[in-house]
């Protein structure tokens, strides 16, 4: 079931990896008409959201540079141009991150958890019940995206 479910997590970030990848800088920048968010801020949100949900619920460090947390955090929107270098770094820890979550998690490193309900009305309670979140949080997301993508294709 774990190896499932980590699968299912990374084949929908490495989908949202090659829309990021068949988009420019700029579409990837640009929020169109009747949005509030643009592709990049979706593509770091959900590698924060799993750093969040995973380690500070569970009391530990985040692994991230600390200045992306601040930016795709929930509540935030974006707020500057992101950069071809930051997209890379951004692409990069997109599987990273869930390499290391799925290490941390068979070294047993999440003992204490703060429960969290999430705006989905799921109630989270343990690491483990975060990661069989993701799939859910990484693909709506990533549907999102999708849309905006659309939506500039259309312009």
């Known amino acids: 079931m774990e190896n499932y479910l980590f699968n299912t997590i990374r084949q929908t970030r490495k989908n949202f990896i090659q829309l990021i990848e068949t988009s420019t800088v700029e579409e990837l920048n640009e929020v169109p008409a009747g949005f509030n968010n643009n592709m990049i801020w979706n593509f770091g949100h959900i ?31 974006p707020e500057k141009f992101i950069t071809a270098e930051e997209i890379n770094n951004l692409k990069e820890l997109m599987l990273n991150t ?16 703060h429960g ?29 995206a999708s849309s905006i993508k659309k939506a500039l294709n259309k312009k």
């Open 47 to 77: 590698i924060v959201s799993q750093q969040l949900l995973c380690y500070k619920l569970a009391g530990l460090t985040p692994s991230i540079d600390p200045q992306y947390i601040l930016s795709y955090q929930k509540g935030t929107k």
């Open 98 to 113: 869930i390499d290391e979550l799925a290490t941390d998690l068979s070294n047993n490193v999440f003992v204490n958890y």
């Open 116 to 144: 969290f309900i999430t705006s989905y009305g799921v109630e989270l309670n343990s690491t483990a019940e975060a990661i069989q979140f993701f799939p859910i949080h990484d693909a709506f997301h990533y549907g999102c």
